[in-house]
């Protein structure tokens, strides 16, 4: 347990420090996002999941839905990946 917490820990430094690069607060995301990002980073690296974040922020920005539809999307999105790494954190 104590492992696991470690791991968490450092997982929660690195993505920190990964969002503060590109001017985001990681601690003031939406919690699904925040949750999803976190487990993700757990189960592969903090550089894979800001990777994948990189590649979905890119794609949304380029939409041109509305930023409520594109929040909607995002956290929909995260919902999703959250799930998909519901067995590591």
Avoid: C
Avoid at 20 to 49: C, D, Q, R, W, Y
Avoid at 59 to 68: I, P, V
Wanted: zero cysteines; charged letters at 20%.
């Amino acid at each position: 347990m104590f492992e696991t917490l470690e791991q968490a820990t450092q997982a929660q430094r690195e993505l920190t420090a990964a969002f503060e690069a590109i001017g985001m607060n990681f601690s003031k995301l939406n919690p699904i996002v925040h949750n999803a990002l976190l487990k993700e980073a757990l189960a592969t690296s903090a550089g894979s999941a800001m990777a994948n974040f990189n590649e979905v922020l890119s794609t949304l920005q380029e939409s041109t839905a509305s930023e409520e539809g594109k929040l909607g999307v995002l956290r929909e999105f995260y919902a999703y990946r959250a799930r998909q790494f519901s067995d590591w954190a």
